[in-house]
Nanobody, 123 residues
Framework: QVQLVESGGGLVQAGDSLRLSCAAS????????MAWFRQAPGKEREFVAS????????DYADSVKGRFTISRDNAKNTVYLQMISLKPEDTAVYYC????????????????WGQGTQVTVSS
């Protein structure tokens, strides 16, 4: 069982930056590929970014590429999402997710989820 707890969300203005964190309880955190997804009101949950078990490989949705950076610190059991140049369309609840071994862009493949953290970007 893996428990994930996100933090770092908030209300910011367009162009600002935020860093989200996701702390994991798993003793074998380095066995899990990690990802961030987001869900805006009335929309489906969408992939944002993923990182491989050792952090060497990342993947990004086109809408955030060049603005968001996913990283992980296996010694701290934590994954991060650094967001810069935020836009109003980035407004959503951001979820951290974990799955064993390989990364994926499909939320149904992720076994564990955090409770989410709200990011609101005003224009």
């Amino acid at each position: 069982q893996v428990q994930l707890v996100e933090s770092g969300g908030g209300l910011v203005q367009a162009g600002d930056s935020l860093r989200l964190s996701c702390a994991a309880s798993a003793r074998t955190f380095s066995s899990y590929a990690m990802a961030w997804f987001r869900q805006a009101p009335g929309k489906e949950r969408e992939f944002v970014a993923s990182v491989s078990v050792k952090g060497g490989t990342t993947d990004y949705a086109d809408s955030v590429k060049g603005r968001f950076t996913i990283s992980r610190d296996n010694a701290k059991n934590t994954v991060y999402l650094q967001m810069i140049s935020l836009k109003p369309e980035d407004t959503a609840v951001y979820y951290c997710a974990a799955k064993t071994y390989t990364r994926s862009r499909y939320y149904r493949e992720y076994e564990y989820w955090g409770q989410g953290t709200q990011v609101t970007v005003s224009s």
